[in-house]
């Protein structure tokens, strides 16, 4: 017995059963003392707020309040370690945001070490205290996920974690720096052994540019359309041939059609390796 409880996409629970007893299950199967089954089931209930619902069914329940029945299944049998595989995909965007913040109280306040398996970057930079990106079943980087955020390892990393998603722009090394077109970045902590004139992908993340009215400082961009998001806006456009996204403030005016000036801090120029995707800076 390995002791794992798991929690799932699609709730998997018995639809001829109450909640109470799709929840009571497991204990019966493993001959748990009734008087326990009761206490634990009382307890998971009282945890996830589904006390009401204990003697309803699930077709009687929204997908908010199933979820946490199997989350409370999964609880009642107090085992060392939590596995929840993708348990909010079934779930409308509202709702995805409430059980995401619910899961992560209830991890707090059970104290069980929890793997938790998703394809959504904000659930796992929200929910984890350690973060494994993996592709195509290998890992690519492993830390805290603020770490992974300001120095991803490889273009890969840095292109799924952080929305909107990273600006990956095809450059030459020079020396001290990097250059798009007619712009120089300069660039720190380059590592020793690169050679002058090599091809570099640069990342620039949207919310790293600094964007500006035109004029004879800085850099250009033309701006092809502004989406709005209310707190912020994304400037999405083109430089020197290259799609470039620049997230700002909801209060700053740029318009559709309209040229904007921009600079980059040293310390937000990412570079990585053309060919093989790795981190060079």
């Known amino acids: 017995d390995r002791d794992i409880a798991m929690v799932f996409q699609n709730y998997a629970l018995y639809p001829h059963m ?18 326990e089954i009761r206490a634990r089931v009382a307890e998971a209930a009282k945890i996830l707020a589904i006390e009401p619902f204990l003697q309803r069914s699930p077709r009687q329940l929204s997908g908010g309040q199933r979820q946490r029945v199997a989350m409370g299944r999964a609880i009642v ?20 945001v409430q059980m995401r913040v619910e899961i992560k109280r209830l991890q707090r306040a059970l104290g069980v070490t929890s793997i938790y398996v998703t394809h959504d970057q904000v659930e796992a930079m929200t929910l984890s205290d350690q973060l494994v ?3 195509g079943g290998q890992i690519e980087q492993v830390g805290v996920p603020t770490e992974i955020y300001r120095r991803p390892q490889t273009t890969f ?10 600006n990956m722009l095809k450059a030459r090394l020079e020396r001290g720096g990097v250059r798009i077109g007619g712009m120089v970045l300069p660039v720190l902590g380059l590592k020793p052994g690169q ?13 790293d540019i600094v964007a500006f009215a035109a004029s004879d400082q ?12 209310g707190a912020t806006r994304l400037l999405h456009g083109s430089f020197e041939g290259q799609v470039v996204v620049v997230q700002v403030a ?19 120029v990412h570079v990585f390796d053309s060919g093989t995707g790795v981190r060079l800076n």
């Open 77 to 96: 049998r107090k085992p060392q370690v939590f596995l929840f595989d993708e348990p909010l995909s079934n779930l409308d965007a509202k709702l995805r």
């Open 250 to 268: 909801g209060s700053q005016g740029f318009a559709d059609g309209s040229q904007i000036g921009f600079s980059v801090p040293a310390e937000a």
């Open 157 to 166: 990393v840095a292109g799924f974690i952080g929305s909107p998603p990273m």
């Open 18 to 35: 109450s909640v109470y007893d799709n929840m009571a299950y497991g204990l019966r199967n493993r001959k748990t003392p009734e008087v």
């Open 195 to 207: 050679a002058e004139g090599s091809e570099v992908t640069v990342g620039l993340r949207p919310e």
């Open 218 to 229: 800085g850099h250009r961009m033309a701006v092809d359309f502004v989406e709005e998001l």
């Open 133 to 135: 990106v993996m592709n």
